[in-house]
């Protein structure tokens, strides 16, 4: 097998070329051949300096992830980095796209660094539960300062190439389009600089308090994660004044430890499950695409509105359609509200925000649809009302364009069937607030035609959506599985449990809030009846007196002007007439193990049946709904994976343990020692 890396003399500067697509990840035969380019340079006299670049889209985006968890192969990535940095002639890295992980590491083992201004730089391995394990964590504080080197390592986030120049931790700029001639100028330019500079021979300067600040302001962000904790600790020992090698023995053992362990794992999961979830099994990747150049949403609400920034923000033209005057204004007021609270916090220009606006024609007519391309409907989730709205499109919409519902239960094949053309219908199920959550629930109709189906995917990405298929069924993916966690929560209740303890016990699992935060936030009387003489639940008592969540400062909590929440005595009081009045035994104490087998538990329990009902493609698709949807903690992978962990046969026995009928899948899994695929 040829190797994917290549030398190329230029006169006395050798070039060493890496071939590896999609992302140069540095595999087995990458390292060999870096290593073995590198060794002809410094063998062969007449080469006074070596330039180290990729081609295709980006440097080396890190180690190749692939590999994790098989026997490492000869030369490991720390080898080869110590062996560029020991070169008796300068090495210089030449940047583009992204240098990641490993790839940021082999370029801080070069002597000099040059990028173009579009290059990022960064050690994201953080966001896989691991630290740079090549060095990074000891180099970076070495050239660019503890600051610096705790947010890149602990947080992930790439800097842009000019950042790292400020840095040092680029020392040129090239021409966007000359990187390799500005390199190897560059090459000659230093080939005579001695001493070399070398990052492992620079100290750091201790920043004992940006360390402790650093741990202090993102404690809430980091909590549950073991690696952040791990990279701050490498980075905080870099600056002990500790030698670089104990450096490097403490950054080998903590790498290790993170590696070896199920929070690691359980992140990689989702970082190929994400990308295989953009995938659908049987619609080709060269799937032609219908054009997308406008779109159209009808409801300019919470939803139509959200649902609209996506498309602006990514320099797609929106028509926004309401039934009124007062709610069109009422909406596209919020969404400029929306983009300048964005702007002040500088994360976009004040131009982009007149640029957005601009892009948005707000109109009262359906009729000036017709030219869109894809028509988004987000209007009151009632079937006849979507039915007839389909029926009016159908007459106006231009032929080839995609209708798609926001609908976040109804069965899109009954939508589809109001209109003449089912196969350009599709789910388009967005997550409050749709201009934030990432999750998008591509609803695929019994007759959605492919093509429809892979444009929707391609749009998704680009409007930086996480897309996943579902099928037609009540709640789709991830609020399917929401139901019986919620039912389970509502029984626990009436059995003695109170909200703040299931809560509690959710919160400490890592979810963002629990089941009954979660009501109070989108409202106690979604899918409230309205009447509140008819009381048969806690849910229906709760609305009878108006206590609708957070939206009226009282819910399942009581709720200061502030939106503090707390426990409620008059709730205390409702649950136990509720209690009484329905004869249900006394309460009892329940433990925390015993909420999560009830509440979490049947949620893998109906995505064990959404994978038998082929309603999900796969196991990881799910985890990647309630990674995305609702926040379920990345390092536990999502419910899929995270039963795995637990172990299906405990899973199993706790369903049973409750009286849930165990969906056949699961049993069978269970009994083979299989996993859910
Ligand atoms: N290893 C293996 N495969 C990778 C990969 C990697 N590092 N990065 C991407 N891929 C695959 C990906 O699965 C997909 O495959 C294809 O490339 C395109 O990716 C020792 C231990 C670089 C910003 O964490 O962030 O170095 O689906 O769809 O949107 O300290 O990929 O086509 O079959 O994401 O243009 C650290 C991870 C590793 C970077 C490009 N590095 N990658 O984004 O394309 S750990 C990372 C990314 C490490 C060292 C440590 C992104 C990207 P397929 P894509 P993209």
Redesign the pocket.
């Known amino acids: 097998m040829t190797s994917p890396i290549r030398t190329e003399r230029h006169g006395d500067v050798l070039v060493i070329v890496s071939d590896s697509p999609?992302?140069n990840?540095l595999g087995a035969a990458v390292r060999q051949g870096l290593e073995a380019g590198v060794k002809e340079g410094v063998a062969d006299a007449s080469i006074t300096a070596m330039v180290i670049r990729c081609d295709g889209r980006?440097f080396f985006?890190?180690?190749?992830?692939?590999e994790f968890g098989k026997p490492m192969q000869e030369p490991g990535?720390p080898t080869v980095i110590d062996m560029i940095e020991a070169a008796d002639k300068p090495v210089v890295a030449a940047i583009h796209g992204?240098a990641?992980?490993?790839g940021c590491?082999v370029a801080l083992g070069c002597h000099y660094r040059i990028a173009v201004p579009s290059a990022k730089i960064g050690t994201?391995?953080v966001?896989?539960g691991?630290l740079?394990?090549?060095g990074?964590t000891q180099r970076i504080p070495r050239i660019a300062g503890v600051k610096l080197a705790l947010e890149m390592t602990a947080k992930g986030d790439p800097i842009s190439a000019s950042r790292a120049k400020d840095a040092g931790l680029i020392d040129r700029l090239a021409g966007e389009d000359s990187l390799e001639a500005d390199a190897i100028a560059f090459a000659r330019e230093v080939a005579s600089n001695r001493p070399l500079p070398r990052a492992s021979e620079k100290n750091v300067t201790p920043d004992p308090e940006a360390v402790e600040a650093f741990r202090k302001e993102n404690a809430r962000r980091f909590r549950g994660f073991d690696a952040p904790a791990a990279n701050i600790a490498c980075v905080e020992k870099a600056a002990s004044g500790a030698s670089f090698a104990d450096g490097i023995a403490f950054e080998r053992a903590e790498f290790m430890k993170l590696m070896m362990g199920v929070q690691s794992a359980a992140q990689r999961h989702i970082f190929?499950a994400e990308?295989q979830a953009a995938k659908i099994d049987d619609v080709p990747a060269d799937t032609p695409l219908r054009p997308i150049k406008k779109v159209g949403v009808i409801g300019a609400g919470t939803m139509g509105g959200g649902i609209s920034m996506n498309f602006l923000s990514a320099g797609i033209p929106v028509t926004i359609v309401e039934m009124q005057q007062d709610a069109l204004d009422r909406g596209t007021g919020v969404i400029r509200k929306n983009y300048e609270a964005t702007a002040a916090k500088g994360r976009i220009k004040p131009e982009a925000v007149e640029a957005a606006m601009g892009a948005l024609t707000p109109t009262l007519s359906l009729d000036d649809l017709a030219d869109c391309d894809l028509v988004i409907e987000a209007v009151y989730e009632n079937m006849d009302v979507k039915k007839e709205l389909f029926g009016k499109l159908d007459t106006i919409v231009k032929k080839g364009a995609i209708l798609a519902s926001n609908t976040s239960y109804l069965n899109v094949d009954e939508i589809a069937a109001s209109t003449g053309r089912p196969e350009d219908v599709v789910g388009m199920h967005f997550f409050s607030p749709a201009n934030v959550m990432k999750l998008l629930e591509v609803v695929r109709g019994e007759k959605t035609a492919k093509d429809v189906l892979a444009t929707v995917m391609a749009l998704a990405k680009k409007i930086r959506k996480v897309a996943v298929v579902a099928g037609v069924c009540h709640g789709f993916i991830g609020n399917r599985m929401l139901a019986p966690r919620q039912i389970e929560a509502m029984k626990l209740l009436m059995e003695g449990a109170t909200p703040e303890q299931v809560d509690k016990v959710h919160v400490a699992f890592g979810m963002p809030m629990g089941p009954f935060q979660m009501s109070d936030l989108a409202g106690v009387d979604i899918g409230w009846h309205r009447d509140p003489t008819r009381i048969e639940s806690i849910r229906d008592a709760l609305a009878a007196e108006k206590r609708w969540g957070q939206k009226t400062q009282a819910g399942f909590y009581d709720y200061d002007e502030r939106r503090n929440p707390s426990p409620s005595p008059r709730v205390a009081e409702i649950i136990e007439e509720f209690r009484q009045k329905s004869g249900a035994p006394a309460p009892r104490e329940i433990s925390d193990e015993e909420i999560v087998e009830r509440t979490l538990y049947p949620m893998v329990n109906e995505g064990a049946l959404i994978l038998e009902e082929g309603k999900a493609q796969r196991a990881s698709d799910i985890d990647v709904v309630w990674i995305y949807g609702y926040g379920w903690p990345v390092y536990r992978g999502g419910p899929m994976f995270w039963a795995g962990t637990e172990g299906l046969p405990k899973i199993v026995a706790g369903l049973e343990k409750h009286g849930c009928a165990v969906a056949r899948s699961l049993k069978d899994a269970a009994a083979s020692g299989g996993r859910l695929k």
Request: a negative charge.
């Open positions: 999609p992302v990840a980006t985006a890190g180690a190749d992830i692939t990535l992204t990641l992980g490993g590491e994201p391995e966001k896989l691991l740079p394990g090549a990074g190929f990308r």
